[in-house]
């Protein structure tokens, strides 16, 4: 009859969530973003890449401390969602930060 199994889908019609996560490949993203920037300035004289690589993993761990708090103890998925695309563009900012310093 009218019930073939998709009882668990029932409000996805009315709210369709697509599914968001923070993976590898957004990590890997960023990194490789940082790393070309880093290219770019290494005949740079005073740039420490030592320093750089320092504070981008430092921003990245920051990043995802925040998000775990945030996701620890929030049920809603929406709210979830837009937490954890919130960090994907943070963990941007380190990139955004130095091309302003540097400019």
Do not use: C, W
Request: glycine content about 4%.
């Amino acid at each position: 009859g009218d019930d073939e199994g998709n009882d668990d889908d029932e409000d996805d019609d009315d709210f369709p969530i697509r599914e968001v996560a923070m993976t590898e490949d957004d990590l890997e993203a960023v990194a490789l973003v940082f790393g070309a920037l880093k290219a770019l300035r290494a005949d740079v004289a005073g740039v420490d890449q030592d320093a750089l690589t320092l504070a981008f993993d430092a921003h990245v761990e920051a990043v995802m401390q925040r998000l775990r708090e945030r996701l620890e103890h929030e049920g809603d998925p929406f709210v979830r969602q837009a937490a954890i695309l919130s960090a994907k563009h943070d963990l941007y900012d380190v990139v955004a930060a130095q091309v302003a310093e540097h400019a």
